[in-house]
């Protein structure tokens, strides 16, 4: 049971390039999560779906796009990557249907530097 | 605004001993209240959690302890063992898991 894969695990991006990080799940959850840590910080939402076709923002939406067109893949798409989006990248999942929704399964995550 | 805060970054204990792990919060509107264990890495992994109508949570050696007049919550770790080495992330929720709110995180150290 794979769980929640993302790719790639390690990423250079020059300032002003674009890269889509791919996050696939096989747990058939219905919720999906793209988050960002930085040194010394805690785990900040960056978007969010609640299914396949909704996607919204999180906390700190700037720089990002998603989409959602399965159940199974949220993609993140960076255009025009910034040092301020050096970071490390997880994507997670959840079964708000049983009631568990704030248990999130996560990736094991992207770490991303913008030079 | 940070209203989840651990204000330990990192916390070292003998083997065998234990481990308290602490974590403060503002939001009077939070009413469920999780801790996330991460190894380097790795995605970090659901540990226990509690709901704001239950003051103790109990899972094996992890207990979780909630004091809602002080806005504090705590995790309990007995005994401590080596693989218990981790990053310790407390978060919080008001209504829904897209409301999660995490801390920065504690380094556990357990040492032999």
């Known amino acids: 049971n794979a769980g929640v894969t993302q790719t790639p695990k390690f990423r250079i991006l020059k300032i002003g390039q674009s890269m889509t990080l791919q996050c696939a799940q096989d747990m058939n959850h219905n919720y999906m999560y793209w988050y960002r840590q930085d040194p010394g910080m805690g785990l900040k939402l960056i978007y969010y779906s609640v299914g396949a076709g909704i996607t919204d923002k999180g906390e700190v939406p700037n720089g990002y796009n998603v989409s959602r067109s399965t159940t199974e893949y949220f993609p993140l798409r960076l255009e025009l990557a910034a040092p301020s989006q050096t970071s490390v990248y997880f994507c997670a999942s959840s079964d708000r249907q049983t009631g568990l929704g704030e248990k999130l399964f996560f990736g094991s995550g992207t770490q991303l530097s913008v030079l | 605004d940070q209203q989840v805060k651990q204000n330990s970054p990192s916390l070292s204990v003998q083997e065998g001993r234990i481990s308290i792990l602490n974590c403060d919060y503002t939001n009077s509107m939070f009413d469920y209240f999780l801790w996330y264990k991460k190894y380097p890495a790795e995605g970090p992994t659901f540990l226990i959690s509690i709901s704001s109508i239950k003051d103790k949570n109990e899972d094996g050696r992890f207990t979780v302890f909630l004091n809602k007049s002080a806005k504090h919550l705590s995790l309990h770790i007995v005994p401590s063992q080596p693989g218990d080495s981790a990053v310790y992330f407390c978060?919080?929720?008001?209504?829904?898991?897209?409301?999660?709110?995490f801390g920065q995180g504690t380094r556990l150290t357990i040492n032999p």
């Open positions: 978060a919080a929720s008001a209504g829904g898991a897209q409301k999660l709110v």
